[in-house]
Every structure is written in C-alpha cells, then in structure tokens.
C-alpha cells in the first residue's frame, strides 16, 4: 500500500476514532429508529389510542441495546434513563415524528436524501457502541472472548435481540420468530463487528483499533447505502454463509435425522434406546415437522435451508 | 388558611409520617391483594391443582413493587424473600384466604365494612411505597427526574405493571393488553404520585414531604372509598386526561395517519420514501388496522379516542 | 448402626464430597441434557434452520440453572458464559450430538447402558449444584431459609424452570403450561433437595453435609435407575404429596368454591361484597372453569386433583 494513502487513511482513522456521537450522530440515530417503529403495522393508530406505549417502546428501539447489555452485566435497567438529555432529546424526537402538524418531520426525513445521510451516521454510532461494549466487557472478563462478542453484540443491536419483548409492550406477540431463528441484516453486521472487535482487542486480530474501526464503519455505510438505493436485499455474507453451512452444519445424512428414519438407522446400528417414551417423542418429532421436503447431497443443503425457510415462514404464518 | 388548622394538620402530617406500615397496615395490603387476586378467573381452581403457583401468584401480588424495582435498580430478587416474616404473613394471609375451613376468613374480609377499611389502609401503604422508591432512587442518582419517577412507580404499582409475567405463572398469556396499553386506575394514581414525590424530592413543588404525603394519602383513601361506594368506574382525571391528549396528541391532521392517505400526503409533497418496502409496510399498516372510523376535527378526537379504544377492545376479544 | 459400616459410609461420602465435577461429571451431564433437548419435537429441524437457536437453546439446558440463580441474585448473566473451558466443551458436545456424520455421538450416547451410567453421573451433578446454591445464598442471606431453598432449587433444576424462556428462544411458546403448574420429576427432586441442604446448613437436619450427600446422591441415582430401566413413571412421592394435599390444600367445603355456590354461600352468611364487579368476576370466574367434576368429600380429592389435572391437559390440547 502507497505509504501516503496510508497516512491519509491514518488521518481519518484517528479523526473517526475521536469522533464525538453526541449530538448530530446520536440524533441521527434516533431519528431513524424512530422511523423504523412508525413504520411498522400498528404502530400509527397505538400513538392515538396509547402514547405512553408508544413512547416506551420508541425509547426501547433507541436504548434497547444499552437496557439489553445493562441486564446481561447485572446493571441498574434505569442507568440508560438517568443520561437525562439523550432521553430528552430521544423523545423530543419521538413526539415530533408522531404528533407534528401535517406530519412534516417524518415526511422530510423520509426523503431519500436526508434518510440516506441520517442511515448513514446511525451505522456510524453502530461501530461506536459495538466496540464500547467489547471494550467495557474486555475489562470486566480479560480474555473471555464469548463475554466480549455477547456483549458488543448486545450494545450494538440490543433494539433487534429483544424485539419480542419490546413488540410486547405494544401488545404484539409472534414468538414463532426472533432475531436468532431469521437474523436481520443489522443484527448480522453487529454479530460480525463483535467478532472483530474482540478478535482485535486480544490480538488475535493484527489490526490497530482505529483502522478496524475506519474499515468497518465504511463496509457498514456503503453497504446500507447500496441496499437503500437499490432495494436489494440480497445479503453480502450469502456466499460466505452458505459455505459455513454446508461445511459444519449439513449433519450426518441426508435429511435421515428429519425422519423416524433415524430410529431406524440407530436400531439397525444395534443401538436401543433408553426409554419407550424417547423413541416416541422421536418419532413425534419426526412426523410433526415433515413439511421439509427431503434433499439428497450436500450440495443440495442450502437450497434445502431455503426451503426449509420457506416452509418455517409458510408454518408461522398459518399459526398466525 | 387559619394558623390553627395548619398547626392541627401539621400534626396529623407529622404523625402519618412516622406511622410504622408493619404490622397492620402490610397485613391489610396482604388481604386486599390476595382477595383482588383470588377473584380473578380461573385461580381458585388453580389454588386446587396447584397450591404452589397459587402461592407465587400471591407473593407476586403481595410483593411485585419490590420484585419489579430490584430487577430495574440490579438488587437481588430473592431480596424481598429474606424478609422472613412478611413472606411468613403474607403466606399465612395467603392460606387461610384460600383454604380456610368453610371459606371464613374470604367472607369476612368481603364483608363491605371491613373491605373498605382494608382497602384504606392498603392506600396508605401505596404512599410509604412511592415515596421510599423515589427517595432510594433520588439517594442513587440525585437528580434525575425520570428515574426516580420510575423507580417510585415500580415500587407502589409494581404488582400491575408486571401483571403479564404474573399472569404466566398460572398458565394464562393477554399479550394484547398491558398495563402501559391501558392504564388502570391504581396504576395512574400510582404513576401521578411518584411525579409528585418526584418533584416534591428535587424542590420543584414547594412542598414539605409530611404535607405531601398527607394530601396524596387522603386523597387516594376518599378516592377509592368512593369508588367502591358508588361503584362508580368514572376517572377524577378523566377531565385532565383528555385535556392532556386533545392538546398534546391529536397529531396531524385527522387520521390521515390511519389510513393510506399519509402516503398520498406526503408523496404530494414530493417527498419520496427510501425504500420501496417502507411503502409496502406503510400500507400494510394503514390497510391492516381501519377499524377506527375516521373522525374530522380535533373536538372529535376525545371521541374517537374512546371508539379505537372499543375497536381495541373488540379486535383483542377476537383475538382472545 | 454398626460402627465398621458406618466407618465405610463415612469414607465414602466424604471421597463423594470431594470428588470433582470437572471434566467428567460435567460432560456428562452436557451430553445427557443436550439429547434431552434433541429429543424434543422439532429440534432436529432447528439444527438444520438455525444453528445459532440450537446452540443457544443447548447451553441453556446445559447451564440453565447457573443463569437463573444468576439473575435471582443480581449477577451478571454472562458470568457462566466466562468460564470459557466449560461452554467449550459443552459447546463440542452440541456440535457432536446434532451434526456428527452418520449420527454416530448420539447413536452411541443412546445405547441403554452408556445413557444409565451418563444419567447416574448427571444426578451427582445435581447434588453438587444445589449444595452450592445452597450454600452461596448462605454466605449473603445468613438464616433467611427460603432464599438458601430458592437459589438451590434455581442452581438444580433452572434448566427446567425456564423452559418457557428456552422454549422462546426455538420458537415455541407454551404459556398454559410451566414447571410451578405441573412440576416434572427432576424438578420435584430438586426442591426436595434443595429444603434438605437448608434444613442441614441451618442445623435443624442433624446430619453432617456429607453425609447427607452421600445419602441425596444414593437416592437421587437409584431412583433415575429405576425409571429408566422399569419406564414407570409413578412418583415416589405419590403417596407423601396424596397425604399432604388432602391435609393441607383441600379447602373449605367440596368444591363449593369453584362453582358460583361460593357467592350464595358468603351472601346467606350475610356477608355483601364490595363492588358489584367482584361479584361478576366470581361467577365469571366460577362459570368458566368447570370442567372438574364436583367431588363430595375430602376422601376423593386426590382423585378429584387427577382429575383436575387431566381436565387442565385436555384445556391446555385444546387450546394448543
């Protein structure tokens, strides 16, 4: 690399790195969490029959990851209510994005430009909060490096991880999914960002914190911007994913373990269970949950995981 | 005001403020709670198959300000339990109200004399709840206003505020209803006397704290005194209340926001959403929840306040 | 007792006292609590959807008790997640028993006399964890029973008392049902330990710790045995919880409570109860749940509790 272009980058890195979220980038991301929530299906008509809800649960979707990481550490829940202006401000964004007149705030930040800008500096404060949480967990738990992804995890998509619970206090239950079953794409890009960060803040990541921070932000920004422009929601990990899944978590055999075939291949194997009612809630298991058709190969196996995706949201819509 | 009554008051101020709540006035919270509890659907069977989650119920009822106010200020849950002899009081109270030979102890206490005398005094305990919650919380975080608000909330309503959770215990889930959703009556006698106590603690009412709690006490005793007297279910915030909302959260224009016109409205405003799926769920939105009828005006809004609240009703009733 | 084998049973409990868990015990209870979850209807598919769900539903029956004693006392949640060698290896055991080719771990684990002997050591597990809940809330609650009996019994059977939550996590949601509704027998036999070790560490059990251990171990281990090999599933309790229900939880009169006779029986008695609405919601209460037949008599309410109980699983199928 041109040492120059080095030095340029080195420049931005550390004016990233010192970088203050408060006031522009913090509001950035209120507004556009805010709008997220007002977009959702019910959420207009709750403002009218509920405000206080509303703003519980809009306060949920911009300190979520604050109030998720304060209960895995065993902190104060209202430590992210006492920080008294960025609640203020977090709801003065809120009333103004429900109850302007002629609703002007929420249509001018709708506008593509400005929505673009106010994403873009949201996926900024997102770096700052996943490595806040690696930081603050690194020096709680030294090397545990589980500790550290969990938790920058958590700081950074807290408002994802515990939206049941938050589409809860709207009176909205849909248990059947939930950011570990079909992950969103902003959880996955945290998830992503924890890894690294952690990996870099005990070395086994030979990156200095700055550029790490630089590179990811920019991966982060530009990728948004492109699914917003295009409206692709084509993921950039498709590639990588698929291969992890085909390498680690194709199983055994084709599908057998989906089947009662399964007893069969353990009995055949001169193997016995150890109690009757195993080998019932096995073949129980087998029967109920068919819908997946049975695919021969592992070069099959991720089609199968659409189709068995497929089949999981056809399930969860019939149990709606 | 003549010096007199104000000295005879201050007494009587002085006098309710170093009232000790153990032993008779928890016993009464104790009675009351469980009574209220034990006339909910369904748990007298429940008490039958199993006394054990009766018995959790109970303590939930009887010590949900507490339980709910550890968990938001990271104190131990089992907290609360280590107080030996209320749990021992509060499940002796539980006992006899449920399994007493021949019901006795239920229709005594039922009796409407005694029940409101009960009653009473479970309303003075509110006070010692409130007012302990937002001290402890002011001692913790000095001024923060919305802390101590939440955490003297917690402490006096906590019982309500989790009633969802309690609910689960004895095998019943209403996801579409909470009591942030619609407020019931102790829960916003609750909620407006930790404001006060709240403003009463950071000197914005220039109140002293006895005098405070005498008028909150009395208050909230005549109250619900009256309430059971008359049968009467109308709120004395009713007026305020919709002061408050007709001012405050009316919102744009009429229900526009309800419909799909937002989007005509803001489209022609040349505004243009960022992404063609917020389009689709703003629609889905607007389509999916049109049983409130649209209402013109803001005189209207009270009413229409009223009808989405019905439609709420009803759209949760068919849930259910 | 003769002294020569009392002199054996002392040596051997005190060799059992000072046994270490780690690695064997805990694998094996690793290994036997994720074909628990594997044999569970729909996991296998899980595995194959979503392996990030199956792998955190697996250490959540692998250290469920750990972070519901966690959460009871205000520690961090993340605490278990620390101790890196453990979740490694609980972790290569998940690994192992969904995805080995050609299912060999599973097959294996499930031959009858390898599942025994990993089942006999899971149960030694089990003492271990209760006596160090026990013994924790010991050291911070000094006397308070309950709580020593609340954080023995979470640190034994957590895994089963967040089911629900676990549950949750797969995607399934059962509120009809919990383990304080209808208590499983690993869960019934840790509370049962959990009140033996308070008892003792509190000095009203005059039995030495390790004596008692050695004894809950024998009792605990035989008795797994015995359901395992015979595939009964009477409880040895039947007869002591028979005998304390009838005594303590059959209430006042036969089932006069749970039909609306109970408001005629306090109304003849003289007695008014407070607000109309009381009187709605008992025979509301009353009316909706009478699928158990009435019994005459304190003689048939065990059968009457059994009958309650099929009545309770038939509500909880249909509602299913």
């Known amino acids: 690399m041109d040492l120059l272009e080095v030095l340029h980058l080195d420049e931005l890195s550390h004016g990233l790195a010192n970088l203050s979220m408060f006031p522009y980038f913090d509001m950035a991301h209120y ?3 805010i709008m997220a929530l007002r977009e959702q299906p019910g959420v207009l008509q709750l403002s009218r029959v509920s405000p206080l809800a509303c703003w519980f649960s809009s306060m949920l979707f911009c300190f979520g990851g604050a109030v998720l990481s304060a209960i895995m550490l065993a902190e104060p829940l209202v430590a992210p209510l006492s920080n008294s202006t960025s609640v203020l401000l977090a709801s003065i964004t809120w009333y103004l ?3 302007c007149p002629v609703d002007l705030v929420y249509c001018c930040a709708a506008l593509l430009p400005l929505r673009l ?3 873009g500096m949201k996926e900024v404060t997102r770096t700052w909060k996943v490595l806040g949480g690696v930081i603050q967990a690194h020096n709680k738990y030294n090397d545990s490096l589980l500790v550290m992804i969990a938790i920058g995890w958590a700081k950074g998509a807290g408002g994802g991880l515990i939206s049941n ?6 009176g909205v239950w849909k248990p059947e999914t939930n950011e570990l079953l079909k992950m969103s794409y902003p959880t996955k890009i945290t998830l992503i960002g924890a890894v690294l960060f952690a990996l870099q803040q ?3 990541l030979p990156l200095k914190k700055h550029h790490l921070m630089l590179i990811y932000t920019v991966f982060t920004v530009v990728n948004k911007a492109r699914i917003m422009l295009t409206g692709s929601s084509v993921s950039p990990f498709a590639a990588i994913e698929s291969t992890i899944y085909k390498t680690l978590f194709s199983g055994h055999s084709s599908y057998a373990a989906l089947t009662d075939e399964v007893e069969k291949t353990c009995m055949d194997k001169g193997a016995v269970n150890g109690t009757p009612s195993t080998k019932k809630s096995n073949e129980k298991g087998a029967g109920k949950h068919t819908p997946v058709s049975p695919v021969k190969g592992q070069s099959g196996s991720l089609k199968a995981k659409d189709e068995s995706e497929n ?5 969860s819509k019939k149990k709606n």
Do not use: D, G, N, P
């Open 117 to 119: 800008v106010l994403t």
């Open 31 to 33: 507004i556009v969490s």
């Open 165 to 170: 619970f938050e589409q809860l206090v709207r």
């Open 97 to 99: 994005m429900f109850y």
């Open 311 to 315: 089949a999981q949201t056809k399930h």
């Open 202 to 204: 005990t070395h086994y």
